[in-house]
């Protein structure tokens, strides 16, 4: 069984195998148990109202090592595939090798844009609530002496914000548009 694995040429295959796939599987286990962004020093925070702006490249990049990793992984199990599984010359295992390197970053890299198109931001930028129609969740009193609550649905979801009415007051159930955003983040309102 060594003499399969480490015999000449077959070690060539071996050692980048067993390197990539090391370092691939200890990338998976740390991604997974949420390591990954910690050891990066990339840990993400996001605040009320932020939105979170990735870059699929920053994930994945050509030159990278977890593309090496990958490549190492497909060219060195590839190969050992092409010598000993199917009997090829050392030749034609190389040529394998690279090409299952190849195909492996190209998955790698597909997988990942894949996973990142996944992504979404459960945020609604305030200035897209501006003249949507909605219905009052809760009184809104006359003139800003307080706020009630207005049920919007922005984006295709349902939300509900603070409401303050400019001029008079606004009972449940009323229909109501959304005439701005102030500073604080309360709707103002005005009756449909």
Do not use: C
Not at 64 to 81: D, E, N, P, R, V
Not at 84 to 100: D, H, K, P, Q
Not at 163 to 180: I, L, P, Q, T
């Amino acid at each position: 069984m060594v003499d399969f694995f480490f015999g000449y040429p077959a070690g060539w295959f071996t050692a980048p195998a067993l390197i990539g796939s090391i370092f691939f599987g200890v990338r998976m286990v740390t991604a997974l148990i949420g390591l990954d962004a910690d050891l990066e020093g990339g840990g993400t925070s996001a605040s009320m109202g932020d939105e979170l702006h990735t870059d699929p490249g920053d994930s994945f990049k050509v030159l990278s090592l977890q593309s090496l990793a990958a490549f190492l992984m497909g060219f060195g199990w590839a190969g050992l595939g092409g010598l000993r599984g199917s009997g090829w010359g050392t030749g034609a295992s190389i040529a394998a090798g690279v090409l299952g390197g190849i195909a492996m970053v190209w998955l790698l890299g597909w997988l990942l844009r894949m996973v990142y198109d996944l992504q979404a931001s459960g945020n609604i930028p305030m200035a897209h609530v501006v003249g949507k129609e909605g219905e009052v969740y809760l009184t809104v009193p006359a003139h800003g002496a307080g706020t009630g609550r207005v049920r919007v649905v922005v984006d295709g979801r349902q939300r509900i914000y603070p409401a303050a009415s400019a001029d008079e007051a606004v009972e449940r159930g009323a229909r109501v548009v959304v005439e701005r955003v102030s500073e604080d983040r309360t709707v103002v309102v005005r009756r449909a």
